[in-house]
């Protein structure tokens, strides 16, 4: 299924293909344990879309890379994997890869 990979270490958005398998998720988010997130921006969509993260991100020492997206007031540590919400069963995305790079306010490096 479409789905969209944001990495704010190189700063990307790229489309790739998830199999909607936990492998997958681990695979793109590059972490040990996730979490999925909503946003309130208009480009998600109500009930269309959401992303998954590490859920350990702000856990981590040392630097790391966190991308602050528009709306949102924490940032999020590490890479981001947008998919479409289908009643809680995961689908197509809805998002373009502008889309997603749009919603970004910025990237940066924090110090945990």
Known sequence: MKAILLNPSTQTVTEVNHDNTLDSIYNHLDCRT???FAMSHEKMGCSKNFAYCDDEGLLQSGIVSATKFK???SPIVGNVLFVGDA????RDTTLSVDEVKD???????LDL
């Open 34 to 36: 996730f979490t999925t």
């Open 71 to 73: 709306g949102y007031s």
């Open 87 to 90: 009643f809680g069963e995961s």
């Open 103 to 109: 919603m970004v306010e910025s990237y940066g490096l």
